[in-house]
């Protein structure tokens, strides 16, 4: 009896045996946040980077549009919401530099933008060797999104000084006996509308280096005070790069400030006169005609007949889209205002001008056309940081046109790491990406075969960068390219 | 329809007896196993072959917190098992037998949770709710799993009223769905364009047996 049950222990171990040979005990006791193929540790949480709400992208562009790359530009934000401001790295600086005549600034996520309590800062610009000089630019939105923001910087001469014209508003200014003033584009007109917090409006007049002692006259300067004399002047002065805030007045033709300054700008200020305002701005509609979504960023110019009222861009993740450019100011006399929205190397636009009538605070809606021949591309990035082991998906900007043409450049921006370009198949673009305060040229072929030969480049260019991964495959009407970049230890972008 | 229910019963006991022409006992099992904790109603209708039905259940909740990329998370742990089964036994020796059959699968593991720490950022913090809830949940992606087992001992006594059975096998649930719900800041996470639920289903796909280790306690209640 003994030996018989001991017989049926060993026919039972074998079926046991038999049963789980197939299911390996190593496998089971695999930890699942190592990775199977390298066990490397694997990150669970996916988290994007772009923890901003509201988002600027401010252009410094010349007369003419075009970015201004290479000066070095330093750029101060004023007023009370300025302190809320942060660079993608979540830093509140002083100044802050564009980078390739772009900057991205971001509002901090956690004080609200709303109506009641709109975000509400002015954009000072220095150019390092005095090339240019800007007008301080209001930035005021009453509501959470991602805005663009142009700041166009006019072309000066080494040792002239302004001649402002006062009795010729809007304004016309001279240097050295030059007008600066664009054919039928009343850019000073818009100028003059410039608001600062408490009311008063700004442009800029001059910039002159000062003797030790702080009294600059208004030698070679004509300033017709009547316009002035009931209103105070705030401006701003350098001591040793620092920016101070100091009261000076306006005397008799002269500017006295109170310091010892080595350098000087000064804003001199107007009344808004006949100039209404409208705070709930213009909300524009776009979407595509075929349903081809895709990521851009559109030119607009708000008008008064030919007076340009406001300019600027409109960033979109996909189409359709709705996004509300701003307040802006209006002459009290305009009973209609003209928008008009130029496409870029993606998308032509079939009306692109479109009169409105009860302008403030309505929307404006527009169709978008893809242009033919184009693919989408929809382009997925994540960026791993092997040193702090985390997965993150960057919102990332940039822009790009065919390599080699003059085409004008295309913008785009990813959302949670991705985004959808329309693109030419078989062609290779010139593509300059943003990515926090770092930024990356390369060249994008849609070939597939070529690909490695762009990411080789890549690497060797990007001395950050520890390796590139990347996968194509075909979606219903185009193609999907997700790519992987690994950082080195302590190259981490954020 | 209840009178129909039983004279079938009755019906098919007839057929089975007259079938094997034996004797039949039916009983009740109370048992324990990976599965959970349940019972068996055990109807041996063959010397050598019987036939249960039977569910168990098991129920595990805990918290955890873990930290990734400086955030730390704290997730609610669900963990539960259990099953519906209806299991054929063969004896291939007197005591012991193969087990084959199906189960309806109710092996669930579920993780929801969210950071409780703000992340510093810069000269910023952002704040924990900016950073999103999430919830994991992880199930068999076959519901009715195929059985196979074998056990020593006996699912119903076979010279008395009480019996003890001891039984190993696997549940073949095939390779876990993971579904992966996420808000806010890692709402990446649950986006299929970064094939995060892709790739942890791939790590978790070696788990298509669920392996089962039971005790059972069987009493027999008729003998006919």
Redesign the interface.
């Given at each position: 009896m003994k030996r018989k049950?001991f017989n049926?222990?060993k026919?039972?171990a074998l079926?046991?045996l038999t049963?789980?040979v197939t299911?390996?005990c190593n496998?089971?006791l695999?930890n699942?946040?190592k990775?199977?193929e390298t066990g490397e540790d694997?990150?669970?949480?996916?988290?994007?980077?772009?923890?901003f709400e509201t988002k600027f992208t401010f252009h410094f562009v010349d007369s003419m549009g075009e970015y201004i790359t290479d000066k070095n530009i330093s750029v101060y934000l004023l007023g009370d919401d300025a302190a809320n401001i942060?660079?993608y790295?979540?830093?509140?600086n002083d100044v802050y530099t564009p980078s390739k005549g772009r900057l991205g600034l971001a509002y901090?996520?956690?004080v609200r933008v709303t109506e009641s309590d709109p975000v509400e800062f002015t954009v000072f610009v220095d150019v390092e060797d005095q090339s240019y000089e800007a007008i301080p630019v209001e930035v005021y939105f009453s509501e959470e999104g991602n805005y663009d923001v142009e700041v166009e910087l006019f072309k000066t001469e080494e040792l002239k000084s302004a001649v402002l014209s006062p009795g010729t508003e809007p304004f016309n200014v001279n240097f050295n006996n030059t007008l600066i003033k664009k054919n039928n584009d009343p850019v000073w007109k818009a100028l003059s509308g410039v608001r600062y917090a408490n009311g008063k409006s700004y442009y800029s007049v001059f910039r002159a280096t000062l003797p030790p002692v702080g009294k600059l006259t208004s030698t070679n300067f004509t300033l017709n005070e009547s316009l002035y004399k009931n209103w105070g002047l705030e401006g701003y002065y350098f001591i040793s790069g620092d920016r101070k805030t100091k009261e000076f007045k306006l005397t008799n033709k002269e500017i006295e400030v109170k310091a010892n300054t080595v350098s000087f700008k000064a804003y001199s200020a107007t009344e808004l006169k006949n100039v209404l305002r409208c705070t709930k701005g213009i909300f524009v509609n776009v979407h595509e005609k075929f349903n081809q979504t895709g990521t851009g960023n559109f030119k607009y110019k708000l008008l008064n007949g030919t007076d340009v009222v406001k300019t600027g861009r409109i960033s979109f993740p996909s189409l359709p889209f709705t996004v509300n450019i701003g307040a802006f100011n209006y002459p009290a006399s305009a009973t209609s205002l003209k928008f008009k929205l130029e496409g870029d190397n993606q998308y032509t636009i079939e009306t692109s001008e479109v009169n409105m009538t009860n302008f403030c605070g309505d929307t404006v809606k527009f169709v978008a056309k893809s242009k033919t021949g184009l693919v989408p591309y929809?382009i997925?990035i994540?960026i791993t940081c092997p040193g702090?082991?985390?997965g993150?998906?960057p919102s990332m900007g940039g822009k790009f046109r065919v390599t080699g043409s003059q085409d004008p450049w295309t913008y785009f921006e990813f959302v949670?790491?991705?985004c959808t370009l329309l693109l030419n198949p078989g062609a290779t673009y010139s593509v300059e990406g943003y990515l926090g305060d770092m930024t990356a040229e390369f060249d994008f072929p849609t070939d597939e075969s070529k690909i490695d030969e762009a990411a080789e480049d890549l690497l060797e260019s990007k001395k950050e960068l520890e390796d590139i991964e990347y996968e194509f495959s075909e979606t219903g009407n185009g193609k999907e390219i997700?790519i992987h970049a690994i950082f080195k230890d302590g190259d981490c972008p954020f | 329809m209840k009178k129909i229910a039983i004279i079938l019963a009755f019906l098919v006991l007839i057929i089975f007896k007259q079938g094997f022409a034996q004797n039949m006992n039916l009983g009740v099992a109370i048992k324990g196993s990976t599965m959970g904790l349940g019972g068996d109603v055990v109807f041996q209708f063959h010397e050598r072959m019987d036939a249960r039905l039977g569910f168990d259940y098991l129920q595990y909740s805990t918290q955890k917190d873990f930290s990734e990329s400086d955030i730390t998370y704290l997730a609610d742990i669900t963990a539960k098992t259990g099953s519906v089964t209806a299991l054929y036994d063969f004896y291939i020796l007197k005591y012991i037998f193969v087990a084959a059959g199906f189960g309806l699968n109710n092996f669930n593991i579920n993780a929801t949770g969210k950071a409780i720490n703000g992340y510093p950022y810069g000269d910023i913090v952002i704040a924990a709710d900016k950073i999103g809830d999430f919830e994991f949940d992880i199930a068999p992606s076959m519901r009715i799993s195929p059985y196979l087992g074998v056990g020593f001992g006996r699912a119903l006594g076979k010279d008395s009223k009480l019996g003890f059975g001891f039984e190993l096998g696997s549940y073949y649930q095939g390779s876990p769905d993971l579904t992966i719900v996420t808000t806010g800041l890692i709402s990446p996470t649950s986006n299929p364009d970064h094939g995060q639920e892709k790739l942890f289903e791939s790590q978790i796909s070696q788990y298509y047996l669920y392996p089962i280790v039971k005790f059972s306690l069987s009493y027999k209640i008729i003998s006919f």
């Open positions: 049950v049926q222990i026919v039972f079926l046991v049963l789980f299911n390996s496998d089971l695999n699942p946040m990775d199977k694997l990150t669970l949480l996916l988290l994007d980077f772009n923890f942060v660079d790295n979540g830093k509140k901090d996520p956690n929809k997925v994540s702090n082991v985390i993150i998906t949670q790491g991705t997700k | -």
